[in-house]
């Protein structure tokens, strides 16, 4: 099992370009999750997935969207990246909002 | 305030010592998460409890519901452990709050 991947692993933007980050996870888990994590600041929740077809904002969702394509698939989009978005990005996924998560390996973005 | 302190923020000890950090919260919880980064940013979960202890291997976390406190120990440290050490708290809403982490480094 390959757990929770993510692509891309870096990237570099310029202001107002959009990209998609995905992640996928292979172990069967109703809930998905992005966060971003920033120097000195804890994780924080940008958006999540209880299950197949349904998303929520977290604490910071703006300037983001996302897509939870299939059971397997959540993606997220910056639609005109902006330096603020500057951050390493982790999804995560689990069984449920009880159980534990599971994290991606991170993608690094810098946005000029 | 944030919502999650951990301390100490930076922690150096010499192989083999007992390492303690600690994580108070403020609010009413479902659950705490401990969770390790290492240095190359992929981030693992430890332990989630939600009352009394659990011990992996040379790991042991506690959680004093009374107290809003938990710790997190580790017997016979070394220097595979240098890692980000994260408490997580999971409130009403099922939201993980994260604690800004404790940096541990372990010299041989």
């Known amino acids: 099992n390959a757990g929770v991947t993510q692509t891309p692993k870096f990237q570099v933007l310029k202001t107002g370009q959009s990209m998609t980050l995905q992640c996928a996870q292979d172990?069967?888990?109703?809930?998905m999750y992005w966060y971003r994590q920033d120097p000195g600041m804890g994780l924080r929740l940008i958006y999540y997935?209880?299950?197949?077809?349904?998303?929520d904002k977290g604490e910071v969702p703006n300037g983001y969207n996302v897509s939870r394509l299939n059971k397997r698939e959540f993606s997220l989009r910056l639609e005109s990246a902006a330096p603020s978005q500057t951050s390493v990005y982790f999804c995560?996924?689990?069984?449920?909002?009880?159980?534990?998560?599971?994290f991606g390996p991170g993608t690094r973005l810098t946005v000029l | 305030k944030n919502e999650v302190e951990q301390s100490p923020q930076n922690l150096t000890a010499q192989e083999g010592e007992f390492i303690t950090i600690n994580c108070s919260y403020s609010?009413?919880?479902?659950?705490l998460h401990w969770l390790q980064q290492h240095p190359g940013g992929g981030i693992v979960s430890l332990f989630m409890?939600?009352?009394g202890k659990k011990k992996h291997g040379r790991l042991i976390a506690t959680i004093n519901i009374q107290e809003k406190h938990s710790s997190l120990h580790i017997t016979a440290s070394h220097p595979r452990d240098s890692a980000v050490y994260i408490c997580a708290v999971k409130s009403g809403n099922e939201k993980l709050t994260f604690g800004t982490g404790t940096r541990l480094t372990i010299i041989p």
């Open positions: 997935s209880a299950s197949e077809g349904t998303t």
């Open positions: 995560a996924s689990s069984a449920g909002r009880v159980h534990e998560q599971f």
């Open positions: 609010v009413g919880i479902s659950a």
């Open positions: 172990m069967n888990h109703n809930s």
């Open positions: 409890l939600s009352s």
